[in-house]
């Protein structure tokens, strides 16, 4: 069985801070995070490998979104400052078995997601 799991959601007041967590199963090439609010598609906010230390940003993630894992813990972090309610969407990890990992098509397996509320 292979299982993904995020937690960390909730509510925030603009400006604020939140950290989620991914943990996985198993081992895969890339844990990368998307999220999609209401109406929108899925979008690809960043991404880690887990043979080496290289990271990708999309974007709209960068400069404020952090990607980081800690081995010992098994564990990959979103850390997510200056929240806007545009950053109002459900949150999911996800794992990719391959190369590509910047974009929905790339990713094989899926969390359940987590909520991200963003008051104003």
């Known amino acids: 069985q292979v299982t993904l799991v995020e937690s960390g959601g909730g509510l925030v007041q603009a400006g604020g801070s939140l950290r989620l967590s991914c943990t996985a199963s198993f081992s895969s090439r890339y844990i990368g995070w998307f999220r999609q609010a209401p109406g929108k598609e899925r979008e690809f906010l960043t991404a880690?490998?887990?043979?080496?230390?290289?990271?990708y940003y999309a974007d709209s993630a960068k400069g404020r979104f952090t990607i980081a894992r800690d081995n010992a813990k098994k564990m990959v972090y979103l850390q997510m400052n200056s929240l806007k309610p545009e950053d109002t969407a459900v949150y999911y990890c996800?794992?990719?078995?391959?190369?590509?990992?910047?974009?929905?098509?790339?990713?094989?397996?899926w969390g359940q997601g987590t909520q991200v509320t963003v008051s104003s």
């Open positions: 996800a794992a990719s078995m391959k190369a590509s990992m910047n974009f929905v098509g790339g990713y094989d397996y």
């Open positions: 880690i490998s887990w043979s080496g230390s290289s990271t």
